[in-house]
């Protein structure tokens, strides 16, 4: 019963004709944002994240228009990986594999529609997932003290060097990079300043969203100023939508079974919808009796890694509510949103803002309806934002990221930091060093540095009081394991290509 009050309480929020209207321009933002290629959802929520403080939005208002953004994002991923056979983002390279050929084949359409319908589904059963699950982890949390959170944040680092990426030592770096940047400041313990070099602007640390508009967005203008916006033509023929009833029904299961995939590897710490993705496309692979036609547009092919991707998108949120650590790229991006808001997220978050957490629920449901409305009947129209031309891109991404900076901070300070980060960011893509392991760690590193300190306070100093439980020890397991497991699994885990 708590649960349909509590689901009650969320539509009274989500429907109310405001944040219905900020969810619906989320999603259409989102869509347009995800089939641009290379911005992605973590690219796209931190370009706008700076507009919901310039206009005045509060805390659930702000979180269901960037949440219905991340959905969208998620969804409009597939349109350039279908039509140009360049994902829109990481989690839907799985799609170019079967998505491409089917368009080549004539049936880009019908590739279109399937992906959408593939999404719509992921995506709404791993909000119910989210639903369900989220308020019984959000109990366990209350059994984690400074030990166990400790231990938590070693696995989200560790599970994100080892999974998230091709290559762990440059995950580590990278994760080290963000936790000496999270060091800057004033010691709120001994009072000492710490990597200041004297100068007051950074005497109260790095601001998360400075960090994260500058390694996204304006990286992101960097590399577009040196690739001249390459990649921006379609170059598939896209005719009338129809829906392919056949192809729907003959998926139905593929679709279920990479949902279930999918919404498990969301919730793991750092893995996100890439994971999810690869995973639901292997397995589905793995389990047909025919293989011969995967890479050569199967439909399996593109329902699997589209609901997959999805429903891991909708399970990164349960770590992020519960635990406070993201489980994906974007979720670390919205977790900044929430920080900044004066928003704790864990497993008080459930009983101290519930208009938070299930206006956001309810209006992820909504935002569901809306993007299968606006993916299969309207999705040519999306398509057209492909032809975007880079000299009307460009001003736009630049113009709202340093507006929407400055009329948060009000510091002209800020903004040159921004550049620096942005110059970080570009060097970083350059060198093929995530950048997502660098926000986590600013995001997390003062949260684990309290939560350190809180420990060695209660051992009086034992370093045997990080593994005095056994959930710190489960958590210490599954940390190591995730960060040696592609060491050993590096064939498994390699992605395919259309020519094998």
């Known amino acids: 019963m708590d649960l349909f009050a509590n689901l009650a309480l969320g ?17 259409i933002i989102g869509t347009m944002v995800g089939s641009l290629p290379g911005l992605g959802p973590s690219n796209g929520v931190a370009i706008l994240i700076p507009l919901t403080f310039s206009f005045g939005l509060d805390a659930t208002q702000a979180l269901v228009l960037m949440t219905s953004v991340y959905y969208g994002a998620m969804y409009g991923g597939r349109i350039s990986s279908i039509l140009l056979n360049i994902p829109g983002d990481e989690p839907a390279m799985m799609t170019c594999l079967d998505g491409y050929p089917m368009a080549k084949a004539g049936r880009a359409g019908d590739a279109l529609v399937l992906s959408g319908v593939a999404s719509f589904v992921g995506a709404l059963l791993a909000t119910f997932g989210l639903m369900l699950l989220a308020p019984l982890l959000a109990r366990v949390a ?17 599970t994100l060097g080892g999974i998230g990426s091709n290559n762990q030592a440059k995950a580590a ?21 710490r990597f200041t ?15 994260i508009v500058g390694l996204f967005a304006v990286s992101e203008v960097l590399v577009f100023i040196e690739s ?28 279920l079974r990479a949902t279930v995939i999918g919404f498990i590897a969301g919730l793991l710490p750092g893995a996100g919808a890439s994971l999810g993705s690869f995973m639901a496309y292997m397995a589905e692979k793995s389990s047909a009796k025919d293989k011969s036609q995967f890479g050569k547009g199967d439909p399996r092919g593109i329902a699997a890694p589209e609901a997959g991707n999805n429903a891991a998108a909708g399970g990164a949120l349960v770590p992020m509510l519960t635990l406070g650590v993201p489980g994906s790229g974007t979720t670390a991006v919205l977790l900044a949103l929430l920080m900044t808001l004066n928003i704790t997220p864990g497993p008080t978050l459930f009983n101290d803002r519930p208009e938070v957490v299930w206006g956001l629920i309810a209006s992820l449901l909504i935002a569901n309806v809306v993007l299968l409305i606006l993916n299969v009947p309207m999705v040519k129209i999306f398509s057209r934002v492909l032809q975007v031309p880079p000299a009307i891109l460009l001003p736009g991404v630049t113009l709202v990221s340093f507006v929407g900076i400055y009329s948060l901070t009000g510091s002209y300070f800020d903004l040159l930091l921004m550049i ?46 990080l593994f005095s439980s056994n959930i710190a020890i489960g958590l210490w397991v599954f940390a190591v394991a995730g960060f040696l497991a592609p060491f050993f699994f590096r064939n498994k885990l390699r992605v395919p290509t259309q020519s094998n």
């Open 197 to 211: 070099g004297d100068n007051m602007h950074l005497f109260d640390g790095i601001d998360f969203l400075v960090a």
């Open 228 to 255: 001249h916006g390459k990649d921006s033509a379609i170059g598939v023929k896209l005719e009338k939508i129809t829906i392919p009833w056949r192809d729907i029904a003959y998926t139905k299961f593929a679709m």
């Open 11 to 27: 539509f009274d929020v989500a429907l109310t004709p405001f944040t219905l209207a900020l969810a619906v321009a989320g999603c």
């Open 142 to 158: 209350y059994l984690f003290g400074p030990a166990e959170y400790f231990a938590l944040y070693m696995l989200a680092f560790a």
């Open 173 to 193: 770096l990278a994760v080290c990079i963000g936790l000496g940047i999270a060091t800057i400041g004033v010691d709120a313990t001994t009072g000492l300043t």
């Open 420 to 465: 620096g980060f942005g110059v970080l960011g570009y060097l970083l893509r350059k060198m093929d060093i995530p950048s997502v392991p660098v926000i986590l760690g600013i995001l997390l590193g003062g949260h684990m540095e309290v939560n350190l300190r809180r420990a060695m306070v209660l051992s009086d100093g034992d370093w045997g009081y």
